[in-house]
C-alpha cells in the first residue's frame, strides 16, 4: 500500500510569511498533483508534476517534485489571507492506477 | 466549459436507508472516480469507472457500489446505512486515467 504523509498537519501564519509544505513517501510516483480545498468544496487541482527534480511556479507558488519521484514540496512565498484552506498532495504509481492522497496541511493564513 | 456535477450537495438519511449520488464529468471525461473524505481518514479511493467498466476498487465493503452510463455519468449507490457513512463524497473526472483529476463540490451525507 502506497503512502503519503504530509507534513505539517496544520500551520498558522500571519500575512506576507513565507512557508514550505512536505509530502513524503517510500513509494516512487510517475505523476503527483497538489490540491486546494476550502471547506465544505470539492478540492481543486494546482499542478501537476511529472520528472524527477521538475520545478514549476504558479505565482507565490513553487512546487517541486523530488529527485527520485517520492517526495514533493509546496513553498508559498509572502502568503496571504487568500491562501488558507486545506493542501492535499496526490499521487499515481502509474500511468493506469488511482490517486493515493495524503491527509493534508491545513493552512491559516492571518491578516 | 462545465466543471464535474455532483447532485444533490447535501443529504440527510436514517441509519439502514440507501442513498444515491450522482456526478456528471466534464464533458469529454471517461475516467470518474468516486472518494469518501472524512476529518480523520482524509480522502478515500471507493472506485473508478472508464467506459462504463469498473477499472479500480478501493477498499470498502460491497454496500458500496457505482455505475457508469453510456454518457460517462456516473451514480453511486450506498445500502443499509451506517452512522459511520456519514461524509464527503466527492466526484473526480479526468480524460483517461485517475490522476490528474478535477473534482466536483461534494455530497454532504449525514447519517443520522
Known amino acids: 500500500t502506497q503512502l503519503l504523509e504530509q507534513s505539517p498537519q496544520f500551520l498558522s501564519i500571519q500575512e506576507g510569511e513565507n512557508l514550505t509544505v512536505y509530502c513524503n513517501s517510500s513509494?516512487?510516483?510517475?505523476?503527483l498533483q497538489w490540491y486546494r480545498q476550502e471547506p465544505g468544496e470539492g478540492p481543486v487541482l494546482l499542478v501537476t508534476v511529472v520528472t524527477g527534480g521538475e520545478v514549476k511556479k504558479l505565482k507565490r507558488l513553487t512546487f517541486q517534485f523530488g529527485d527520485a519521484r517520492k517526495d514533493s514540496s509546496l513553498h508559498i512565498t509572502a502568503a496571504q489571507p487568500g491562501d488558507t484552506g486545506l493542501y492535499l498532495c496526490a499521487g499515481a504509481a502509474s500511468g493506469y492506477s488511482t490517486l493515493t492522497f495524503g491527509k493534508g496541511t491545513m493552512l491559516l493564513v492571518s491578516p | 466549459k462545465a466543471g464535474v456535477t455532483q447532485t444533490p450537495r447535501y443529504l440527510i438519511k436514517t441509519r439502514g436507508q440507501q442513498v444515491t449520488l450522482s456526478c456528471s464529468p466534464i464533458?469529454?471525461?471517461?475516467?470518474v472516480s468516486w472518494y469518501q473524505q472524512t476529518p480523520g481518514q482524509g480522502l478515500q479511493f471507493l472506485f473508478e469507472y472508464f467506459s462504463e467498466t469498473q477499472r479500480n476498487k478501493g477498499n470498502f465493503p460491497g454496500r458500496f457500489s457505482g455505475r457508469q452510463f453510456s454518457n460517462s455519468r456516473s451514480e453511486m449507490n450506498v445500502s443499509t446505512l451506517e452512522l459511520g457513512d456519514s461524509a464527503l463524497y466527492l466526484c473526480?473526472?479526468?480524460?483517461?486515467?485517475?490522476?490528474?483529476?478535477?473534482f466536483g463540490q461534494g455530497t454532504r451525507l449525514t447519517v443520522v
Open positions: 473526480a473526472s479526468s480524460l483517461h486515467t485517475a490522476a490528474e483529476a478535477f
Open positions: 513509494s516512487v510516483f510517475s505523476s
Open positions: 464533458s469529454g471525461h471517461r475516467s
